[in-house]
C-alpha cells in the first residue's frame, strides 16, 4: 500500500520507484534553471540604520529542473525550501543570482508581465483552507483565474472548464456551488490542485501540499497527482519536509540544509544510499527506518 511506503515499511515491496522516471533525461530540455541564487534577510543594522547582519535562508544555490520531471526537495523545517519555493515564483525577491523559465531571464520581470507569466507558473499551498476564498463557492474559486486570464470565449464555456476540472480531481460537479468548509482537508487541497491546473500551467510548485493531511490523505493525493502528471504533461518541484514523501512522488531529489543543497541525484539512489551526514539523519527519523539503514549497510 501507498501509506506503508510513506511511513517506511513494505520496504521490498516498495523498492522500485512508484513514479515514472524521466527517460533520456540528459537529452531533456529544462524548463527551469536556477544560478548562485541567494536570499538574504537583514536581522541587524549599524547605527546608520544599514543591514549588518544577514539571515542567509537561500545561499549560492544552483540546479535545473528537466521538461516533464517531478523535482523532490527536501529538508527541516527552517532550512530554505519554502523561500526557495516563493523566489521562484517572484513572490520573494532574490538577493542575487538568476532564474530561467524557459530560457527566460524571470528574475527582474516587470509586474505586467509577471502576471501575464503567472498561467505558466502556479503554486498549491500547504494550507488549502487558508488558500481558498471562504465567503465564495469552490466552483467560482477554480474560475476566477480563467476569468482574469480570458481564458476561453464565455463563462459558460469556463463553468464546463471547471466541471471537467472538479471530476479529474476525483469531485463531483454538484460541488461546484458548495463552499470551502463543506469540504474535508483532502478534499479543499484537491480543490487547490484543480485551481492551480485551471491556467494548463506548464510548471508548478507544491509546497508541503500533503504535510497537514492524515497519512491515507496523503497517499491518496500523491496517487492523483501522479496520474495528473501523465494526463497533463506538467514539470514540478515537489517540497516537503518528509524524505520518504519526496522519494515516492520525485525523479530526482534535492536535499536542503541551512541554505544550502547538500546532497542531489535520482530519487531513489539517495534514499537508499545517502552520501551526506544530513540525509542519512532525515532517513533515520523516518519511521521504521532502522531496518532500511542495517539492510543499506550504513548507520
Known amino acids: 500500500m501507498v ?18 522516471n524521466i527517460t533520456e533525461s540528459s537529452a531533456a530540455t529544462p524548463v527551469l534553471q536556477v544560478e548562485n541564487l541567494k536570499v538574504y534577510f537583514p536581522v541587524k543594522k549599524n ?22 520531471e517531478t523535482l523532490g526537495l527536501v529538508g527541516e523545517s527552517g532550512c530554505g525550501k519554502t523561500t526557495l519555493g516563493r523566489t521562484i515564483l517572484q513572490l520573494v525577491k532574490p538577493t542575487e543570482g538568476k532564474i530561467y523559465l524557459q530560457g527566460k531571464d524571470i528574475t527582474n520581470v516587470r509586474a505586467a508581465e509577471l502576471r ?3 498561467k505558466d507558473l502556479q503554486i498549491v499551498f500547504q ?7 471562504p465567503r465564495i463557492t469552490i466552483g467560482e474559486s477554480i474560475l476566477e483565474p480563467l476569468s482574469v486570464h480570458g481564458i476561453l470565449g ?21 460541488h461546484f456551488n458548495r463552499y470551502p468548509h463543506q469540504f474535508s482537508g483532502g478534499q479543499r487541497q484537491r480543490i487547490c490542485i484543480a485551481r492551480a491546473l485551471a491556467l494548463n500551467p506548464s510548471f508548478l510548485i507544491f509546497d508541503e501540499s500533503v504535510s497537514a493531511l492524515d497519512v491515507s490523505v496523503q497517499a491518496q493525493v500523491l496517487n492523483l497527482l501522479n496520474d495528473l502528471k501523465k494526463e497533463f504533461g ?15 512522488i520525485s525523479d530526482r531529489m534535492l536535499v536542503m540544509h541551512q541554505g544550502k543543497i547538500v546532497e542531489q541525484g535520482n530519487a531513489e539512489d539517495i534514499y537508499n544510499h545517502p552520501q551526506n551526514e544530513y540525509t542519512q539523519r532525515l532517513i533515520e527519523a ?10 543499506n549497510g550504513w548507520s
Open 3 to 20: 501509506s506503508d511506503f510513506i511511513n517506511g515499511n513494505n520496504v521490498e515491496a516498495s523498492s522500485a520507484p512508484i513514479t515514472e
Open 47 to 68: 547605527l546608520l540604520g544599514r543591514p549588518s547582519q544577514f539571515f542567509k535562508a537561500v545561499d549560492d544555490v544552483s540546479f535545473e529542473v528537466l521538461q516533464g
Open 116 to 118: 501575464t507569466m503567472r
Open 127 to 133: 494550507d488549502p483552507y487558508g488558500s481558498l476564498n
Open 154 to 174: 464565455n463563462n459558460n464555456e469556463r463553468k464546463e472548464k471547471v466541471m471537467e476540472l472538479l471530476q479529474k480531481v476525483s469531485l463531483l460537479p454538484e
Open 234 to 248: 506538467f514539470t514540478s518541484i515537489f517540497i516537503s519536509h518528509d524524505l520518504s514523501v519526496v522519494r515516492y
Open 286 to 295: 523516518i519511521p521504521g527506518s532502522k531496518f532500511l539503514n542495517l539492510q
